[in-house]
């Protein structure tokens, strides 16, 4: 039985990591310029503080400015409204990000909202989805842009295709769906009260897992030779981690399919340096 071609997201990310340090070397050199993030995170949640961690390695190794400011648990919304506040004023951060997610008793959608637009190197500010929605892309959401290189890279974005997308939340699935939209796909967005997901599934030239849980997608129902991407990062009770799709089944009817980990998960980090890249160079009319 044919075996998919595997969307190798680490090795893409590794190249594109080394064109971001060699611009920022660039920047720097012909400009006097230093791209600056800032990442705030709240409390003591593991996983978070991973993700933070590999962000500040990630932006160290690319030649960044790179800040961490961690606050306690029990910070209050003003408290994390004013740091904001300094950080959109601050000359030398061109891009800040608030690790989610936050403590329950602050409000997030103020929080990610209170972020200037033009330093938005997560994508998540109603200004940036609009600009997306609208087709003038700005600092766009960073799994989705992944996706799409990923897409690019491999020369499977192809228009007119039927993208179904599973999972509808503000930071995957529905960006990922604007994405594609801006690229002539026919998308399909489910989610929890979708009927007959098997159905869409079914009809699928490409399909994007962004559910947070595995066995959900039976590989049975994946149409011989689609393009699978597998957005989901799931922690298993052995402590492995899994996508949503189970990928060894699902390799043997797709055409392509991206692994967890090593597919989408190394992009979107790499496209939050891009992002911040770009937002550096808007600041300094280089855009
Ligand atoms: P979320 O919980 O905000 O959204 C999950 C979506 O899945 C919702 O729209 C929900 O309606 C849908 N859903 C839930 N159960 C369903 C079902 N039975 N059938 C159909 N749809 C169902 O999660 P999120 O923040 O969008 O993240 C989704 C997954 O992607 C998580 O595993 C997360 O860890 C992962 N993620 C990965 C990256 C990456 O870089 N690879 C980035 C962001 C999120």
Avoid at 70 to 90: F, K, T, W, Y
Wanted: with cysteine; proline share 6%; aromatic share 4%.
């Amino acid at each position: 039985m044919a075996t998919a071609i595997r969307i190798d997201g680490k090795a893409k990310a590794a190249e594109l990591s080394e064109k971001i340090t060699a611009e920022t070397a660039a920047l720097a050199r012909d400009h006097g310029i230093k791209p600056g993030l800032a990442v705030v995170i709240i409390g003591e949640d593991p996983a978070s503080q991973v993700y933070v961690r590999n962000k500040q390695r990630r932006a160290a190794a690319c030649g960044f400015h790179s800040v961490k400011h961690a606050l306690p648990e029990d910070v209050s919304q003003e408290d994390v409204l004013a740091l904001i506040d300094d950080l959109n004023g601050d000359d030398a951060i061109h891009g800040i990000l608030v690790q989610l997610p936050l403590p329950g008793h602050l409000d997030e959608g103020a929080i990610t909202q209170s972020i200037s637009p033009a330093k938005d190197v997560d994508g998540f500010h109603a200004f940036n989805v609009g600009k997306l929605a609208l087709r003038q892309p700005g600092l766009r959401p960073c799994t989705p842009r992944g996706v799409m290189s990923l897409l690019h890279y491999y020369g499977i974005a192809n228009r007119s295709m039927h993208a179904v997308i599973i999972g509808a939340s503000n930071i995957v699935g529905r960006p990922m769906a604007l994405e594609l939209l801006l690229t002539g796909s026919t998308v399909t967005v489910s989610h929890r009260f979708t009927r007959n997901l098997e159905d869409h599934v079914r009809s699928a030239e490409l399909l994007i897992s962004a559910i947070g849980k595995p066995g959900i997608i039976d590989s049975e129902w994946i149409p011989r030779g689609a393009i699978v991407v597998d957005v989901g990062i799931n922690r298993l009770p052995d402590g492995r981690l899994v996508g949503d799709i189970d990928f060894a089944s699902a390799a043997q009817r797709a055409g392509w399919i991206s692994p967890v980990p090593g597919g989408v998960g190394p992009m979107t980090i790499t496209m939050l340096m891009k992002n911040t890249v770009q937002s550096a160079k808007q600041f300094a009319g280089l855009a």
